[in-house]
């Protein structure tokens, strides 16, 4: 049976690694990216070519409200019903304590909180039964985070939306879960100076970082089975064990 997932921020790391595996595994899917047309327009021809048929990408930024509309009217366009959502687009800001800015505060808020709530509500009759709706955490959510402070309260936020949404979704029976991630060698981290990733490896048990592609297993359980429910799931390597 074909199913059919959303994934955000689905062309460059976490998010273009799990549409990756649901293509893999006959899902179709709908990625939405913000504003790097270059990246993913290379990044859609390559879905393309792994599944002609079964790949839509549309540009959605998630920190403009605005793009939920955007992606309900290319539902409705296209006739498409959902049996997952990923919520993978996050946004941070890594101002210290006192030069962080409210507009900027706001603004990771509305990407990585405000949207997610508000799309579900205005594409829930779009969304079947026996579904599921999968965030992207953070450990930073967990353990204190020095470096970004509304990173940290807002990875945070996202955990206790897992746990309360699922109280809403029960009429459907659509199961809402988190991976929480630690240090996954996505683009961004593989720019940090050496030293810093020495750093950061010296504390993982396992002493390295996370491959995009071994995470997506965590997504692919949490997705599919049926018992996972209002469950955030640490993926760190065994981060500060050592």
């Known amino acids: 049976m074909n199913r059919t997932a959303i994934v955000t921020g689905a062309t460059k790391g976490i ?39 079964r790949v839509f990408m549309l540009q959605a930024d998630n ?30 800001d890594r ?7 409210p507009e900027n505060w706001e603004k990771v808020f509305t990407a990585n909180v405000h949207f997610p709530v508000f799309l579900l509500q205005k594409i829930y009759p779009r969304l ?3 579904g599921s709706v999968t965030f992207t955490g953070s450990l930073m959510g967990i ?8 990173y940290g309260v807002t990875k945070a936020s996202v955990h206790a939306l897992v746990k309360n949404l699922v109280k809403f979704f029960t009429d459907k029976q659509i199961r809402v879960n988190a991976v929480a991630p630690g240090f996954v060698d996505t683009e961004w981290q593989k720019t940090k100076p050496a030293e810093i990733r020495k750093s950061i490896t010296n504390k993982v048990a396992s002493g390295r970082f996370c491959t995009p592609e071994e995470l997506t297993d965590v997504y692919m ?22």
């Not at 949490?222 to 981060?239: A, T």
Request: net charge negative.
């Open 128 to 130: 079947n039964k026996y």
């Open 15 to 53: 998010g273009k690694a799990v549409c990756i595996r649901l293509l893999q595994e006959g899902w179709t899917v709908l990625g939405t990216y913000a504003n790097d047309i270059e990246t993913a327009t290379a990044v859609s021809a390559d879905f393309i070519e792994r599944a002609p048929d």
């Open 221 to 242: 359980l949490l997705i599919n089975n049926q018992y996972m429910n209002g469950e955030v799931v640490v993926c760190d390597g065994g981060y500060s064990f050592k």
């Open 63 to 92: 920190s403009d409200l605005n793009s939920i509309d955007r992606i309900d009217s290319f539902l409705n366009e296209k006739n498409l019903m959902i049996d997952a959502v990923i919520f993978n687009a996050g946004m941070t």
């Open 95 to 101: 101002s210290d304590f006192l030069t962080i800015k």
């Open 143 to 150: 353990q204190p985070h020095s470096v970004s402070l509304v």
